[in-house]
């Protein structure tokens, strides 16, 4: 266990985190929110990202063999694209009446845990290691307990760049385009349209 969190947290300092910046730092930017709620979304992803390790690492020791050779990435990727472009929608029309902001705020807070998961379902290779290892467990149990240590190992330097530094730096960024939510709002929208489109179609791999 301590090993795969070593390399949880070698990964998440890493590849993971650039991973993170067409998705989850374009939402955080584009919403008018503070460093509170920016580390409370962080957090949202991340423990989507972590469940998805869960299930695959605790499946791979249930059935005694690693899941990789029987996932289909593409059909991963068609759930991520779906999440992204839902999370798009919301964002394009949040705040815009009032009386559904809270509505699409609490979708939205969803929204971010979907793409977290669907993010974690497409296996990397130091997660494909570990659900190799569940496998050799033999044991759902363990299997758990391995994609917990590696997830939780994955997640604490996003959470602190995204959650804590991002959610600093950001108030900055919007204060100095108050006035302005609105276009911020829309053009973090049509990022996501599109990193979903090419996440869809093969063109971009995250």
């Not at 791979?60 to 472009?85: D, Q, R, T």
Request: aromatic share 8%.
């Amino acid at each position: 266990m301590l090993a795969t969190f070593i390399i949880g947290l070698s990964f998440g300092a890493g590849a993971c985190m650039f991973t993170c910046i067409p998705t989850l730092g374009v939402m955080l930017l584009a919403q008018d929110i503070g460093a509170k709620e920016t580390a409370l979304q962080t957090l949202r992803f991340n423990l989507g990202r972590m469940s998805a390790y869960m299930l695959l690492t605790a499946t791979s020791g249930f059935i005694g063999a690693s899941l990789v050779g029987m996932l289909k990435v593409s059909h991963a990727n068609y759930i991520f694209a779906v999440m992204l472009f839902i999370s798009a929608i919301l964002l394009w029309y949040k705040g815009k009446v009032s009386a559904c902001s809270t509505a699409r705020n609490k979708q939205l807070r969803a929204g971010l845990f979907g793409i977290g998961f669907s993010l974690g379902l497409r296996p990397c290779a130091p997660l494909a290691g570990v659900m190799a290892a569940s496998g050799v467990t033999g044991s759902a149990l363990y299997g758990l307990l391995l994609g917990l240590s590696f997830g939780a190992g994955a997640i604490v330097i996003p959470q602190l760049v995204f959650g804590y530094g991002l959610g600093r730096a950001g108030a900055e960024i919007r204060s100095q385009l108050r006035g302005r939510q609105q276009q911020l709002a829309r053009t973090g929208a049509s990022i996501l349209a599109c990193v979903g489109v090419g996440v869809g179609m093969g063109w971009i791999t995250l």
